[in-house]
């Protein structure tokens, strides 16, 4: 009914702007879709949050992410089989066994963008995509890209990605506009056709959960109770009044919502309804509308009218039926708009866009690991010692106001670790307190001081996109709050105490550092003669500025 109307009236060529109201986004979804395949060159347009895989375009699509990621993926591959993509796999001589491979190197290659993009244009190729499939296929495109800069080139990630990414269509003046009739609140439209009215029970709470009763002057809560069941609830006279102050409640939301949804049409409003069961008793939207418009709640005839050929019943109308036509169409171009065509082999094309590296300081430790040893218990339970040592230390502010066994205390009441690895972990920090050195080290400089803790920060250096934390950064800045200078401090809990050792730890973290030195400058516009770089090992109480 709602498509036969639009395609009568042809509100778009006329210029009238035209709304769909709905109760939910999910009734909007299912309209915009059933309106898209029915209305043919109306752009139809929902206005609320909604997933891109509503589309055969996008199935298909994602299907070639799926067999890359799992050649053995029967459904996929059947699915790719039975899509307009056979032809070209037969053309160019893919099948299940070659392609996987082919497909996961275009996606190491070129990212997922690149790769939407060409499919989508294979696909195009050997079965001409309608106005919808095109829509979809450019907001897929716009996810890959938003992938592309994140996340990488698995297969797996990308697909989970795309279940969660909606998109918000926003609104178009030349464009159907479905929308649920509490986002029309405040607008106005030539033409409003109201679809969803049969919903429930107008005059019975859906659903009473839990109950606060109040003393009627002031408010106050008196009591609170989850309610059984309404069967129940009404056989007891105090939950049966509070069962019937959630239906007038119920009732006058509802009342409210048809109000708002009867008010946005400036020139044409359209209530389309069903005929309900003849042993129907509750009371609708819809029900309610027939019993103050046609005089009964279930009326059986009324005037007959024809819409695009179908034969409905007019319950009730006023006005001029077809006052539309007086509107006239729309002065059309001469030339008709043309879809630009992308020039030849463009989507053959490496992709532009620049892809940054992504890099954690971390990564740049100088030095060999054995990938066995970090299997190994006693390398496991120091890597452990060194997570417990930055959650102590982070809780430290300047060493003459530090109170050790108060952040022993509360850390100890969160934690789980085996106890074990505590016993060593808290030995190391209260040994590390007690040091002279580490004392300094962590003293409150004179003047205008910020101190960073464990601040995690993201940032691009040449073409790299870094992302780490600071373990702690102690900023000065001067009267108005520009930084002069900064030290940045990076605890190592290192259970090394020879000077061999201690220089060779040196030599390994100091890349790590610079890049933290590097970054800081860069977000505090200092330059790097300004930024002291210290390495605080916390085993051997030693501290080490790097130069």
Request: proline share 4%; aromatic share 6%; glycine share 6%.
């Amino acid at each position: 009914m709602v498509a036969h109307l639009l395609n009568e009236i042809d509100p778009l060529n006329r210029g009238l702007s035209v709304a769909v109201l709905v109760r939910t986004n999910d009734s909007g979804k299912k309209i915009v879709n059933f309106l898209r395949s029915e209305c043919g060159g109306m752009n139809v347009i929902h206005e609320g949050r909604a997933a891109i895989k509503d589309n055969p375009v996008v199935s298909v699509l994602l299907s070639l992410v799926k067999f890359a990621a799992h050649p053995g993926d029967t459904f996929a591959w059947r699915h790719l089989e039975m899509s307009p993509l056979r032809s070209y796999f037969e053309k160019e001589k893919k099948n299940r066994n070659n392609l996987p491979i082919a497909l996961l190197r275009e996606i190491q290659m070129s990212g997922f963008q690149s790769f939407i993009r060409r499919w989508g244009a294979r696909l195009d190729a050997v079965q001409a995509l309608d106005d919808f499939g095109h829509n979809r296929l450019n907001d897929l495109i716009n996810a890959a890209v938003e992938f592309d800069e994140n996340d990488g080139c698995d297969c797996n990630d990308f697909l989970r990605f795309i279940d969660k990414h909606e998109i918000h269509e926003l609104a178009a003046e030349n464009a159907v506009r479905v929308m649920t009739i509490h986002q029309s609140k405040g607008l106005g439209f030539d033409i409003v056709i109201l679809p969803d009215l049969q919903g429930e029970n107008m005059t019975k709470a859906s659903q009473i959960d839990l109950v606060v009763a109040r003393e009627p002057r002031t408010a106050h809560p008196l009591w609170a109770l989850k309610m059984p069941r309404r069967v129940i609830a009404e056989s007891d006279p105090v939950l049966d009044a509070q069962v019937r102050a959630s239906d007038d409640t119920e009732c006058f939301d509802a009342l409210c919502l048809l109000y708002v949804a009867l008010t946005r049409a400036r020139q044409g409003l359209y209530m389309v309804t069903g005929f309900p069961g003849k042993s129907a008793t509750v009371i609708t939207t819809a029900a309610l509308l027939k019993l103050q418009l046609a005089g009964d709640m279930k009326p059986a005839d009324g005037p007959h009218v024809t819409i695009k050929g179908e034969e409905l019943i007019c319950l009730y109308e006023t006005g001029e039926r077809d006052w539309y036509t007086k509107v006239p169409e729309k002065v059309q171009a001469a030339e008709l708009v043309r879809r630009s065509e992308l020039p030849e082999g463009f989507v053959e094309r490496p992709s532009r866009r620049r892809r940054l590296l992504g890099v954690s300081p971390s990564m740049l430790e100088e030095g060999e690991i054995r990938a066995d040893s970090l299997f190994v218990i006693a390398v496991r339970d120091s890597l452990d010692v060194g997570t417990v040592i930055h959650e102590l230390f982070e809780k430290v502010s300047w060493s003459d106001e530090v109170n050790g066994e108060k952040i022993i205390q509360e850390w100890q009441a969160t934690s789980s670790i085996a106890e074990e690895i505590k016993q060593r972990a808290i030995g190391q920090f209260r040994n590390a307190l007690a040091s002279t050195d580490i004392q300094r080290a962590l003293s409150r400089p004179d003047g205008n001081i910020e101190l960073w803790r464990e601040k995690h920060f993201d940032i691009v250096l040449d073409n790299q996109w870094i992302t780490g934390v600071f373990d702690r950064v102690v900023i000065m800045r001067d009267s108005d709050g520009k930084p002069l200078k900064a030290t940045v401090v990076d605890f190592k809990s290192n259970e090394i105490m020879d000077d061999t050792g201690l220089a060779n730890s040196v030599k390994r973290y100091s890349p790590q550092l610079a890049l933290y030195g590097k970054a800081l400058s860069r977000m505090l516009q200092l330059d790097s003669s300004q930024v002291t770089l210290r390495l605080l090992f916390t085993y051997p109480c030693r501290v080490f500025d790097l130069v």
